[in-house]
């Protein structure tokens, strides 16, 4: 299983700026997170202080009783060794193939064998379904294709920590579904701590278990997906149903006059119609969590989130509990049918040297 990662008052500023301030949140282990926010609000540097590649003012990042953020160089270099990134870009370089940038961090970090390093490189491009691209360049294949050759890369190392910065960005809807899908797939066979910054509502709603939102300097909320997704906090509500409604304007924030005129109007006005939304957005409710694809292991992270949530249901709102129980309900029957169509397949993981997780090209 992946490892926690527990942030602490957590503030970064460039100069007399302030990005964010007092950040306080728990990466459970092995669980899919998503850090959502405005751009500019400080998401991809967020990612990079927890890597330890920037420092913040002050705070800590305790993974595996090593703070992150006060450690030796030696220290954030073993640690970093639990790590693997996703880039926006894929990060992949330009004069290389795909089989030697794959292999790069092997080469780098490890003392294997040329053969032991090709049979994880093609492992890995089988994983992310580009099995036969190996000696292609990085401009000879589609964007998509790059972000999952950059996933592979992110891969090799078997990091018990994987962070995404806007895996999305520059795909349209199809390949996005596709990603999101692989997500959910490789956390069901890896059961690692996942953390993922995206604009994306769509994914956002159906793809983490956990959920997080800066905004104005600060950490909102954080917690499970069905408290955000039920939540009524204004900035969170609005994001997540893609709304001009709310703090957040198009340039800058809205002062508090026109933010309370414009939920005023919003009081018994009919929900979205499903789709109607930006950007993923789906109006309102909660929708279920993607599964995972037939022939693979359960996620063990969903149910110990859904435990989670039940234990703290007390303190939630009506309204809120009716929608979690009734998403429960659901998503647990969903586990249910998804295990008999695939021959009663219990929990516990793949045969990472066999499973091959089936994905779209392009």
């Given at each position: 299983m992946g490892v926690e990662v527990a942030v602490h008052d957590?503030?970064?500023s460039f100069g007399k700026q302030t990005i964010w301030g007092d950040?306080?949140?728990t990466l459970p282990p092995g669980e899919v997170s998503v850090m959502l926010g405005p751009s500019g609000t400080?998401?991809?540097?967020?990612?990079?202080?927890?890597i330890g590649l920037l420092k913040p003012d002050k705070g800590s990042i305790m993974i595996r009783d090593v703070d992150v953020a006060r450690c030796s160089e030696a220290k954030l270099y073993e640690t970093r060794k639990l790590f693997g990134v996703l880039f926006q870009d894929?990060?992949?370089f330009g004069s290389m193939n795909l089989f030697d940038n794959i292999a790069f961090p092997l080469r780098e970090h490890t003392k294997k064998s040329e053969k032991e390093i090709h049979d994880i490189v093609s492992e890995k491009l089988q994983l992310v379904g580009l099995e036969g691209t190996d000696k292609k360049l990085p401009g000879e294949i589609s964007g998509g294709m790059r972000k999952r050759a950059g996933l592979a890369r992110a891969l090799v190392l078997e990091p018990e920590i994987i962070l995404f910065d806007e895996p999305d960005s520059g795909l349209d809807p199809v390949r996005v579904a596709y990603l999101n899908q692989l997500i959910i797939d490789l956390n069901a066979v890896t059961d690692a701590t996942f953390l993922i910054v995206t604009h994306d509502i769509g994914t956002a709603r159906t793809v983490p278990d956990n959920l997080g939102m800066?905004?104005?300097?600060e950490l909102v909320m954080f917690g499970p997906r069905e408290v955000l997704l039920t939540s009524e906090e204004p900035v969170v509500k609005q994001f997540l149903n893609g709304r001009r409604e709310g703090p957040i304007g198009m340039s800058e924030e809205k002062d508090s006059a026109q933010v309370a005129a414009e939920l005023a109007s919003l009081d018994g006005a009919p929900e979205r119609h499903p789709g109607a939304a930006p950007k993923g957005g789906i109006g309102g409710g909660v929708p279920p969590q993607i599964q995972p694809s037939a022939g693979l292991p359960e996620r063990k992270a969903a149910g110990r989130r859904q435990q989670r949530v039940m234990d703290m249901m007390h303190t939630l709102p009506q309204s809120a509990q009716k929608a979690i129980q009734e998403l429960l309900d659901q998503e647990h029957q969903e586990e249910l049918d998804a295990r008999e169509a695939s021959g009663g397949i219990s929990s516990g993981l793949a045969d990472r040297d066999t499973q091959t997780i089936p994905i779209g090209k392009g």
């Open positions: 957590l503030t970064k950040v306080t949140l400080g998401k991809s540097v967020f990612l990079k202080t927890l894929g990060a992949l800066l905004f104005r300097r």
